[in-house]
Structures are given as structure tokens and as C-alpha cells.
């Protein structure tokens, strides 16, 4: 797959507008942005991955309906507040979409609602209705940095990413925005990613692609262990890139599914770096594995560890804790065949070879992890035949004061 | 059942002395005791439960190994250094072993041992080896709370516990030590537990009772989600009671079983209100579940979760956080049904009826969450029959800065 990163994000494929303005519903923060709006020209095929959290929020509910026949025109959405186990959710969550459908002259079942922010509090949804004619008005072609500013909450940078690609002689655009920063684990994390492409697709294809991209990314991240009410990532095609339509598995579907996992991965890791308070995006790949679900169950677990996370705070080469989080994961291998390394720009350091510590220069280690970007790497040494390795690499990152201080007064 | 507290911790029963010295293995605290013996005057009937992690330390497995007959006289063990995953482990476990025996006269098959600290490095099993002589003749029948001292490592506070119960027409003692601190999770943490009693008891009732009693006091603490390497519980009886030889269910089975729990929650309690850098103990009492099992999973989830551990750092009455974890539990529940309050010593607050959050006085609930000791109230409107509503309570702490501070530069 040769994929070629563009500027720009939601807007960056034909035919999507977006926008992102302040309408107050972040009262403690009334400089920013937080409501958005995606829309395309064209109806889409649309497909979502939602969370599994059993309690879960009003506009989860009411987009899961809204796609039952697989299409979409627009998303709305709000930061600020999440709109869960909160007095008239599903109805303020209803009257989002219905203004949305009425500045955009289309029907309210063709909007997708997403909220974040705090849970419990009744949406203050009069001022983000009201506010909806506007917020039309400001849709524009290059509009995903409001959008996304739009949607962050303790997020610290937007994320914003775009590609290209050629499927079927055309070129095709994917482009995303996400917010993050807490409450992201596996399975969905607080994180609201909206994608947008003008491929052609049918839509039993794309809603298996969404599964997958996001399984392979969203789901292989964690800040903090805790599983929001909110996680959504919906995609929008559009098909305006006039591709012929992709409608059954084979080369075309395949280079999708890449390019769309790439956009997803880049998104997940920006969330993962972004993490509250984190000043290290960890990733962690283990290889040899019989399985990749047993790569993967490990990785989660060593990316999830708060002892692990502390200890890359501070820069401290504690391996002892990372087959800890290895051990407890429920997979089963052998400790005594397990090598573990740490790796950043600044070097590779090799700290365990069968399950058994080796001896290593602490300074150099300390370097290697006081690089913003630091990798574990876990070595099961599993691998029976040629071609069977099952790997996995997951995202996270340290647990630092800010984690503490950002959620320790976030509500009040 | 009546139980009477009384002073002291293992050596409160008849026939146990203890001691607890400094032989240098916290060569960073060098005024701190790290060297603890356990010994009975008489032959012990003894059971134990051992960490879940697949990852287990070499004193887990020596001790496993030496309980296979259900005896013991003895426990050596160190704080300071796990001996997990570390070099000559097996080989070092058993010459502390070999090294009680001798000086105690009796054989290394009748001591366990456990060490607790950072994993991964090798045991400076010299300096242990060569102090055990003198720590031998440090034993004493009151000299639990040198022992105490000795297994702690973050701990700020010595966890000893003791109490009496009338079983048989017999005055019967039991008493513990413990330490946890970092690393505790359900299913058994970074923590050491040793109960000594003199209590008449077969081997398989002991077994039976301390796997009961750990599955409803240890297991339901959490500090951090890490299940350690090396967690161990270890029970002696040693009969000097004289009460008549509990052998099979029935009341004085039942007296110990609930002395015994009893004992155990405590030093459970004690472990998480001193969980690392904690200011709050967290109890969470889920009421009216359809089965203990689904209260207990839904009160792990809250007191484990990051966010919810953050807010109660903040005195943050942010109960969203809570209907989150608990929807990510696992367990299947109506969030719809749902009441959540809050108690303290300061008072009551219901801050969520039916799912849906209540008015509230913000400044009452910050008065009640301020107190050091807090509690979570969750009631699922689950009983459907009089006698049939399943309940559990689960212990933590809260998130702090300085459980961040700990744990970035534990090892270095």
C-alpha cells in the first residue's frame, strides 16, 4: 500500500464541509470552541463503531438508530458535556440532530449525534440549538480544524489527519478528526473519531472495514483503563471519487481497508500521545506470539499498567513491572522465554533475556526512555513456523502528576 | 459472632515468636528493618493462597512446595527485593529457607518464605543468609511489630491486627501482618499477609477457611490493578489452644471462619487506606445485586477505576464516573435502576436516582467526600425475593500525586 499523507483532516476528501464555534456549553472554558458539524454534499454510506460500555450515552443510542439503514449526511457534535445518565438525553440528543436536519435542508435520520465532556448534567441543549443556524453558515471546505477544536476537551492538541490514496485508477481521499486525552482503554476509550472519504463503497463493506480499522487501532490504545459511555467513530463515504464502487473483498477493498487503518492508527497514537497529563506516547509491540490475540491481550496489559506507565514518567527502566503486567494479562505463555528491550531515538537497550534480568548501563537506559517516543518491545519467542509470528503493537502512555491534577477537580 | 480486638499481631497467639532486623537489603533505607522470621513453638497446620499472575516469584514456588504436606513451623521473609524473574532465584529462596531451619533446629521443608521489593534484580542472599543466626535469636513473643516493620516497603503504616474468640469452651487468638501499599489488585496484590493461631484445626478446614476468608478481605482491595508476582497469605495454627480439633463443618468451623475473615478484612482495610500516596480509603458496598458475585464485580470495577480514584482525590463527587466503571465491569445490570450516594463521618448525599443524576448541595457532598474514610453506595434494585439480595463490599484508595511521585522513581 503506498498511502501519501495530505494537509488538512474531515474536509480534505470531495464534498465535506465542516465547521466548529463556540456556543457555551464549556462554560468554565468560554474562549473555546465546542460544537461541530460535518456535512457532505452527497448522501454517504456511513458505518460506526460504538462502546461497549453497558451504560451508554443518549446520542450513542440515538446514532446506532439513525444508521440502521446505513446512510448519513452530517454529524453533529458537542464538547463539554457527554450527555449520559443525564435528565432528557435522548431527547436533547433528538433535538441536535433535528436542528442539524433543518439548517441543512435534509432528514433528521440522516444526522449522526456525538457528545463528550461530563457525565450526569442535563445538555444545556437550548444554546446549541439555537446556535445550530450559525453554525451551518460557518460550514466551509476547509473547516476541519474548527471542527476538531471543536470537539476537544482536556485534549491539548487537535488531531487532524488526511491521506490519499489510488483505488481503481482514482484518487482517493480519507481524511479524520479525533479527540481523546481520558477515560481511553481498549474497546473505545472517551474518544469520538469522525471520518470522512469520497471512495466509493458499498455499505456492508465499509461497516466491516470501520470494524476492523478500529479494532486495530482505537481499540489498541489506553490512557487510563477506563471505557467511556461516549466512544464513537463514525466514517462517511461519499463516493465522489467516482471509483468504481467497492462492493466485495479484493485488491480494491484491501487497499481501502489499509489506507483506512493507517488514518485510524495515526488518530489512535495522536489520542495516545495526548493521553491527560502525558508527557511519553509508549508503544509496545509484542512478537512471537502463537497468536496475534495473545500479542495483543499482552500488549494491552503492559500499556494499561499504571506501575508500568509511572515508572516510563520517570524514565525508570523497570522491566520487573512489565512481565508483572504480562503475567496478569490472562494470556498464557512461558516467562522463561520472554527477552524485553526498550527502544527511542536515542538507542535500543536489551533488559531481559529468558524472563531473567540482564545486566545493563542505567544512564544509557535512562536516555533511551527520557525520549518523548518509547518503545517495549516483548519477545514471547513463541513462533513455531515460518510465517505463523503473531504480533501485535498497542498505544499508551506514562501516568504523570497532570493525570492526577486534570482529574482530580475536572467536573468542578 | 463475637470477637474481642486485642493488641498485637502474630505473636498475640500462644506459642509464636517473631522478629524482624535490618540485614541491608533496602540499601537505600539503611535505618529500615528488611529481615522478618515467624516461629512456632509446636508443629503448624498451615494453608495459603498465592498470587494469580502466571509471573510468580521463586519464594511463591519454594513455599508452594513446602506446604504440599500442609505444615509448617516457619515463614522467613525479606522486603526490599521481590526475587522475581531474577537470577538464581529458585536457589536463593531455598538457602533462606535452609538457613531459618538451621538456625531453628528443624527442617527447611517446615518454612516458607517471601520476599517483596523490586523484581528483577538478584537477591543479596549473602547478607540474608549470614543475619539469619541473629535474627533467630531476636525472636520473641512479643516481637510482631518488628516483624511488621520488616516486610514493609512503601507502606507508611505497620499493619498488625489481633483478636480473640470463644470457640470449643476455649479462649482462641489469631493475629496477622501484613503489607501492601503499590501493586494491589483483586486477586491478590503486592502484599505479604502472615496469620498465626493457636487454634486446633485440621488441614483441610484451615485450606478451605483461609481461601474463603482471603477470597472476601484481600481480594477485594485494590490500589492500582497490579496483581503482583509474589502475593502470599500464609495461615499457621498450631492447636495450643487446646480447643477440640476443628475437622468438618459446623459452629466452631464457622466461629473461625468468621474470626479469621474478620482478621483478614482488617489488615485488607488497613493495606488499601495506606494504598501508595493514598488520602482516602474508598469502601464500595453494592447492595441488591441478583448475586454477591455481580455486586463484587461491579464494586471492583469502581474502586479500581483511575477517574473515579482521581475524583475522590479531588472530593469530587463526580458520580458519573462511577455509573461509567460500572457499566465496563462486565457484569450486566439496568443502568436505569441504579442509586448511587455517598457517606462519610460528615454525613449522607444521594447524588443519583434511577440512573439519573439528582440536585445536590456541591458543597455538602465536597464536606462529606473530605473526610479520609469514604463510602460509595450503589443499590442495583436487583432483589426479587425476600433473603436472596446479593451484596458485596470492595476497599481502595484514591489517586494522588504522590502515587505518581512513588512509583516514577521507585527502583532508582
Redesign the interface.
Known amino acids: 500500500m503506498s498511502v501519501k499523507w495530505i494537509d488538512g483532516g474531515v474536509t480534505a476528501p470531495q464534498g465535506f464541509r465542516a465547521a466548529g464555534i463556540h456556543v457555551g456549553v464549556k462554560t468554565h472554558n468560554p474562549d473555546k470552541r465546542d460544537l461541530a458539524l460535518i456535512a457532505s454534499d452527497a448522501e454517504c454510506g456511513a458505518a460506526a463503531v460504538f462502546t461497549?460500555?453497558?451504560?451508554?450515552a443518549a446520542p450513542v443510542l440515538v446514532t446506532r438508530e439513525h444508521l440502521a439503514n446505513g446512510k448519513l449526511r452530517a454529524v453533529i457534535a458537542n464538547s463539554g458535556n457527554?450527555n449520559?445518565?443525564?435528565?432528557n438525553g435522548e431527547t436533547n440528543a433528538r433535538n441536535m440532530c433535528e436542528a442539524a436536519a433543518a439548517a441543512l435542508g435534509i432528514s433528521a435520520d440522516d444526522v449522526a449525534v456525538a457528545s463528550t465532556g461530563?457525565?450526569?448534567?442535563?445538555l444545556p441543549a437550548e444554546k446549541i440549538t439555537s446556535a445550530v443556524p450559525e453554525l451551518a453558515r460557518a460550514l466551509s471546505y476547509d473547516g476541519s480544524a474548527d471542527a476538531a477544536a471543536a470537539i476537544m476537551t482536556t485534549d491539548t492538541v487537535k488531531k487532524e489527519f488526511a491521506l490519499e490514496v489510488q483505488i481503481g485508477g482514482k484518487t482517493v481521499k480519507i481524511g479524520g478528526i479525533a479527540k481523546g486525552s481520558?477515560?481511553i482503554?481498549p474497546?473505545m476509550g472517551t474518544m469520538l473519531a469522525f471520518v470522512t472519504t469520497d471512495c466509493a463503497v458499498s455499505g456492508g463493506m465499509l461497516s466491516a472495514l470501520v470494524k476492523s480499522a478500529a479494532g486495530e487501532s482505537f481499540n489498541r490504545i489506553s490512557v487510563?483503563?477506563?471505557?467511556?459511555?461516549n466512544d464513537t467513530c463514525i466514517v462517511l463515504a461519499n463516493g465522489l471519487a467516482c471509483n468504481a464502487e467497492i462492493t466485495e473483498p479484493g485488491a480494491d477493498c484491501e487497499l481501502l481497508g489499509d489506507a483506512l487503518r493507517a488514518l485510524c492508527v495515526r488518530l489512535a497514537t495522536a489520542m495516545a500521545a495526548d493521553g491527560e497529563g502525558a508527557t511519553h506516547l509508549v508503544t509496545c509491540t509484542v512478537s512471537n506470539a502463537e497468536t496475534e490475540d495473545k500479542a495483543e491481550t499482552i500488549a494491552k496489559s503492559v500499556i494499561?499498567?499504571?506501575?508500568v506507565k509511572?515508572?516510563f514518567?520517570?524514565a525508570?527502566a523497570?522491566?520487573?513491572?512489565i512481565?508483572?503486567?504480562?503475567?496478569?494479562s490472562g494470556a498464557?505463555?512461558d516467562?522463561e522465554r520472554v527477552d524485553v528491550a526498550f527502544r527511542s531515538a536515542a538507542g535500543a537497550v536489551a533488559v531481559?533475556a529468558s524472563?531473567?534480568?540482564l545486566p545493563f548501563d542505567?544512564a544509557r537506559a535512562?536516555t533511551i526512555l527520557t525520549e518523548h517516543d518509547v518503545e517495549v518491545l516483548i519477545d514471547l519467542h513463541e513462533q513455531t513456523a515460518p510465517g505463523e509470528c503473531g504480533e501485535c503493537t498497542c498505544w499508551g502512555c506514562d501516568?504523570?502528576?497532570d493525570?492526577?491534577?486534570?482529574?482530580?477537580?475536572?467536573?468542578?
Open positions: 461497549k460500555n453497558i451504560v451508554k457527554a449520559a445518565c443525564a435528565p461530563v457525565i450526569g448534567q442535563e481520558g477515560m482503554h474497546n487510563d483503563g477506563d471505557t467511556s459511555t494499561s499498567s499504571s506501575l509511572a515508572a514518567f520517570g525508570d523497570n522491566w520487573g513491572r512481565l508483572c503486567a504480562m503475567g496478569y498464557d505463555f516467562p531481559c524472563g531473567r534480568g542505567e535512562k501516568m504523570t502528576y493525570y492526577v491534577k486534570i482529574n482530580g477537580d475536572y467536573r468542578t
